[in-house]
């Protein structure tokens, strides 16, 4: 879905106001066209722009910086995060991440992807074709870009990785990589919270009319002002 379509923007308008924030929706390049890591670069591009061309931005503390992402932005924001993590920025600084319900995947069949196959949104089939489209031709699903804590990823625990939410839906078949990686950022000795709604499918935080839409984003404002209250009780 476009980050210009109306169901993106109004989430990232209420994001805008519930926080409050600014908020930059990040415009990236789509597969099958554009394979991996174009997408990666075009948001790492973005906080570059953000970092020389500050001005643009006036009113926003670029040293209280989030990244967001649901669904396959979520495996964005890990990614860049890595990135910003080996990047010296002089005026920006990204201190948490919102990762809801992001896309990773691997060569295992998960019990939830098996279980789940009637659910909205994202199924087995759905799924493969988007890894195939997505990552380098030869790859299998267990390269480090979808299995971020598999058998080829990279140790992460001598990085500066930013503290981290997990949002999971127990509708959602991607829940158990997911939980996987709360669980290997927490082993990599990173600040890590896993927020599990088991009733929620993927893509809840869409439908206002849904509980659990309410509840993720008073959980998302209390996330944000708690890292940056700590950061300034850290000053």
Known sequence: MATDSKPYDDFCQKLARELPAVVVSVNYRLTPDHRY??????????LKFMENDGHYFEGANLKQCFLAGDSA??????HVALRCSGHVFQNLKVV???SIQPFFGGEERTEP???LVGVPV?????TDWMW??????????DHPAANVFGPKSEDISGSDYPATIVFVGGFDPLQEWQKRYYEGLKKSGKEAELVYYPNAIHTFYGHP?????????NKVRDFVQLQIASRQNIK
């Open 122 to 126: 994202v199924n087995l089939e759905r």
């Open 113 to 115: 992807e098996r279980r």
């Open 96 to 98: 948490g991440i919102l």
């Open 37 to 46: 890591p174009c997408q990666y670069d075009d948001a790492f591009d973005v």
């Open 73 to 78: 932005g979520g495996n964005i924001a890990h």
């Open 209 to 217: 009319e849904l509980e659990e839409c309410a509840a993720f984003f």
């Open 132 to 141: 195939r489209a997505f990552l380098p031709e030869g790859s299998d699903r």
